[in-house]
């Protein structure tokens, strides 16, 4: 991996106040688009499905104390994290609240998201703008992440905490979907051998080579039958009961396919914005999603869309 010194840059003000305040904030995922690893003992890698759910993070300054106080007291990851900000840029302590809409155990980057708006926040406040590869550095040292520190859809390397390559946006679509139920605990799942096969191994490089393709084009077809994909394989890993319904449910009702939680309890199907009848589908969806589940809530979020940065849509794959 190639070394990338240029990790943060100043704020307007250099030296950082002696006591601050500071919000921001860090998308989810619906699971997954693809998750798997390359050919040759290459990285295990995922590819972001980012949804309009945020996870926040409310950080109070004050370079006379020692050591962070989080609310909720559980949330010890965040904790490390703001104190690792501090111990860089600016020591002092602080107290830091999180909140949002994004449910734990659920495979929706609940946790990585907590992580990336708590280095943004105390960054903040101390007068840092941390750039995505400083939070890469920083939440590296506490778990396997997902890529929620940059915008738009990428494939990462959540083991390594590295980019693997910026993939672009998604047409919108609505994820209607349901949860089996239970928790999953991340970090346990990813110190679980994988074992994948040589097969295995080349079939994830061609869908990952395939999803780029079909996001850069604005495939939505496309992006739903590598998904689709993509959930059948792991089955394996996390079994989803209801995987071979949600895949009939989807064809049935105009969807492109369905996504999973590769690391979690929730599965959906992907429903584009721009389908003909996309309202009625859409209750159709909700009412079928229901009966799956005995009337309890089924889940429904919007694909998270983004401002273009620039003229292209980011590093190639290869």
């Not at 109070?60 to 904790?79: C, H, I, L, M, Q």
């Not at 994988?194 to 191994?201: D, G, H, I, L, M």
């Not at 721009?274 to 919007?302: F, K, M, N, W």
């Amino acid at each position: 991996m190639t070394s990338r010194p240029l990790i943060w840059q100043p704020a307007e003000h250099e030296r950082s106040p002696s006591r601050a305040a500071a919000v921001s904030s860090a998308f989810g995922t619906f699971g997954e688009l693809l998750q798997g690893a390359l050919p040759e003992d290459g990285p295990d890698f995922l590819v972001t499905l980012p949804i309009a759910r945020w996870a926040t993070a409310t950080f109070e300054y004050d370079s006379a104390r020692d050591g962070v106080t989080v609310f909720p007291a559980t949330k010890s990851k965040a904790r490390r994290v703001a104190e690792a900000v501090l111990a860089r840029f600016s020591g002092g302590g602080g107290s830091l609240r999180l909140s949002g809409s994004l449910p734990e155990g659920k495979g929706l980057a609940s946790s990585s998201a907590d992580l990336v708006a708590t280095a943004r926040a105390v960054a903040s406040a101390v007068g840092v703008e941390l750039r995505p590869q400083a939070i890469e550095d920083l939440l590296r040292q506490i778990e396997p992440t997902d890529g929620v520190m940059y915008p738009g859809v990428v494939a990462f390397e959540h083991r390594n905490v590295a980019l693997l390559a910026r993939l672009g946006v998604l047409p919108p679509m609505t994820i209607v979907g349901i949860d089996e139920g239970g928790t999953v605990d991340t970090i346990a799942f990813n110190r679980i051998p994988k074992n994948f096969t040589a097969s295995e191994r080349d079939e994830y490089d061609r869908l990952l080579d395939q999803v780029q393709t079909a996001i850069r084009a604005g495939d939505a077809a496309a992006i739903g039958r590598v998904a689709t994909r993509s959930a059948h394989l792991n089955q394996r890993l996390c079994r989803k009961r209801t995987l071979n319904a949600m895949t009939a449910l989807s064809a049935e009702i105009g969807g492109v396919g369905v996504v999973t939680a590769h690391s979690g309890s929730t599965i959906g199907l992907m429903l584009p914005h721009d389908v003909p009848g996309y309202r009625s589908r859409l209750a159709e969806a909700i009412t079928r999603c229901g009966q799956l589940v005995h009337g309890e809530r089924v889940l429904c979020y919007q694909t998270l869309g983004f401002q273009p940065t620039g003229s292209g849509t980011g590093n190639d794959l290869r």
